[in-house]
């Protein structure tokens, strides 16, 4: 005679899921002046920008889940995203076994067991997709937030360098800049 038997199973999976995405991209710096004051020219510029300077030389701006890296000396720029969640999955499972046919208790424990383990996991592969999926969505948004600010950083340090250059071929006798347009007229003496 066979006798029934029914075992719960539960299983718990606490995970730090991390969803990240990055782009690199390079700043069009004219070489108006030797790669080391244009370097110059765009740290001091992205620092009054709200950047801070790094040991390595680099300038990073971080704004919440999202960080802008640029490498002054090659105009390099490189932004993350990253989004983090704490998921907290359980699952549990009553399967009846017979104890005269098929696997005993243990084993039918056990193999319950990992059934759920794998469950879980594909439910936290799915937690960690989604993440990724927002990290993505954010890095979006912060490039179309920060291409025209990098537009305008360019621009400025563009026309520093060529005051700059325009008083070591001579004398300045009249700067002319148009806001609106952003032309530039510079007349030196030579």
């Known amino acids: 005679m066979s006798r029934a038997y029914r075992i719960t199973v539960k299983e718990a999976l606490n ?39 790094n040991e390595d030389g680099t300038v990073t701006r971080n704004d919440g889940t999202v960080s802008v890296t640029v490498e002054p000396c090659t105009g390099e720029v490189t932004v993350k995203s990253e989004s983090k969640d704490n998921v907290v999955l359980e699952a549990n499972r009553e399967v009846t076994g017979y104890d005269d046919v098929g696997p005993g208790e243990g084993a039918l424990r056990d193999r319950v067991k990992e059934q ?16 990724q999926s927002e990290a993505t969505k954010k890095l979006e948004q912060a490039l179309d937030d ?23 071929m001579g004398t300045i006798t009249e700067i002319a800049e148009d806001g609106e347009t952003g032309n530039l007229t510079i007349k030196v003496e030579v």
Do not use: H, W, Y
């Not at 108006?32 to 370097?39: R, T, V, Y």
């Not at 759920?116 to 997709?129: F, G, H």
């Not at 920060?146 to 250059?165: C, D, F």
């Open 15 to 53: 995970r730090e899921v991390i969803g990240s995405d990055e782009i690199c991209t390079k700043l069009d710096v004219l070489e108006i002046l030797p790669p080391e004051q244009m370097a110059e020219l765009l740290k001091k510029e992205l620092l009054d920008r709200g950047f801070l300077e």
């Open 146 to 168: 920060l291409q025209p600010e990098l537009g305008k950083v360019v621009n400025k340090i563009t026309r520093e360098a060529l005051k700059q250059k325009a008083a070591q």
């Open 116 to 131: 759920l383990k794998q469950e879980l996991e594909r439910k936290a592969e799915k937690e960690s997709e989604r993440l």
